[in-house]
């Protein structure tokens, strides 16, 4: 079956009235691009004028921005993931479209309504509006955000006015790593519009797919390609968490421990919710598959009994009947593979999920705080209180 041209070449990353510019600000991989250069270009960018200018302010402000661990987690960890997460996922996605075709989940007579979701999530994807607000909500949240005595003195000098370094992170680093998350969520968002439409489509699901979900786990395997973005989103929590605590350290590690495990909650929500669009068609497809076999079934079972015990059931075989071959018959066979069949059918999830992608996303949310628990000496006492609360 001949591939759409939409999704030959689908992408929820490049294209948009601004990819000229973000390519130059390298925010989008070029044709060619250089992985390495465009994942430092940027986050340099945001953070080395700050230290340029903390330097040149002279102490007590450079020791303030040295300890400042949630400014440097963001700019020099979380910045370079989620640029570098873009040519992975955007490459998982598209595997997972063209899928739909090549598996023939997707009848060739709806081909042309498939062709039409991914032109919309296209167009979803390159809407210049969206991005132009996208934009100016990230400068508008700096604008509003108040400096106050809470902050780093490297920040704001006086407790109110900030100081060069504050400047810029105010009017570029920040704005910066709230753009790239906003857009996340943007490109998050076309991508759900698509996964619903195509659960609106006569899907061909199979109910005896081995699988259990009708041939659509790929998708559940596609969004956690997501996970990359969760652990960027992780370990900026985690250094804010970090900075709370050296501020005023907490005695309970699990309520030191809570921001994560709130967050790897929600990240697998927000990260699978759009399958459940899928619930529906595979529901449908349960009950015509569990009807189909259980008819099939009966046919079955009644050739085989009258094979093996008599014309009629309950009847006892005639003394001068033959008797059939036992071993090696198929008719044994053929009722094993039928049961089989039936309760992969009747084992039929209705929600496209697996465990490992699950997983992956969880650990994605948790894994930055591991260090952060043995760094503030948290991580025996959270295992103790753990244990305690499931024993």
């Not at 925010?27 to 250069?37: D, E, F, V």
């Not at 996605?93 to 039409?116: C, G, I, N, W």
């Not at 992608?357 to 894994?367: C, D, F, K, M, R």
Request: with cysteine; aromatic share 10%.
């Amino acid at each position: 079956m001949d591939v759409p041209a939409s999704l030959q070449d689908f992408s929820l990353i490049r294209g948009g009235p601004f990819l000229p510019l973000r390519r130059w600000l390298h925010l989008t991989p070029s044709r060619r691009p250089h992985p390495l250069r465009r994942v430092l270009a940027l986050p340099l960018l945001a953070w080395l004028p700050l230290l340029v200018l903390t330097v040149a302010r002279g102490e007590p402000s450079l020791h303030a921005f040295l300890l400042d661990f949630p400014i440097h987690i963001r700019l020099l960890l979380s910045v370079p993931l989620l640029l570098a997460a873009e040519p992975f996922v955007d490459h998982r996605l598209a595997l997972a479209a063209r899928q739909l075709v090549t598996s023939e989940l997707v009848p060739a007579e709806h081909l042309h309504a498939l062709d039409a979701a991914a032109r919309e999530a296209k167009r979803l994807r390159s809407l210049g509006l969206v991005e132009a607000g996208l934009l100016v909500l990230s400068y508008a949240l700096s604008l509003v955000q108040e400096l106050g005595e809470k902050h780093a003195e490297w920040l704001t000098g006086d407790g109110r006015h900030p100081t060069l370094a504050g400047g810029w992170y105010l009017a570029m680093s920040l704005p910066l790593f709230r753009f790239l998350v906003l857009w996340w969520l943007w490109r998050g968002i076309a991508w759900s519009f698509f996964l619903f439409r195509v659960s609106r489509l006569p899907l061909a699901l199979k109910p005896t797919h081995p699988d259990f979900t009708g041939g659509l786990r790929f998708l559940c395997n596609a969004q956690s390609s997501f996970s990359l973005v969760v652990f960027a989103l992780a370990c900026t929590t985690a250094g804010i968490t970090r900075q709370l605590s050296r501020m005023g350290p907490t005695e309970d590690p699990l309520r030191y421990a809570t921001p994560q495990l709130v967050l790897a909650l929600v990240a697998v929500l927000l990260v699978f919710a759009p399958l459940a669009f899928f619930s529906r068609p595979l529901l449908r497809a349960k009950r015509l598959g569990e009807l189909h076999f259980s008819t099939l079934a009966a046919l079955h079972s009644r050739d085989f009994e009258r094979k093996w015990f008599g014309a009629e059931v309950g009847t006892a075989r005639a003394p001068g009947d033959p008797q059939p071959q036992l071993l090696g018959a198929i008719e044994f066979s053929s009722l094993a593979d039928l049961g089989t069949a039936f309760d992969v059918t009747h084992r039929m999830r209705l929600f496209p999920w697996s465990r490992r992608p699950l997983l992956s996303v969880t650990i994605a949310a948790l894994t930055p705080l591991a260090p952060l628990l043995i760094l503030d000496r948290q991580f025996l006492g959270l295992l103790v209180q753990l244990a305690q609360k499931l024993l």
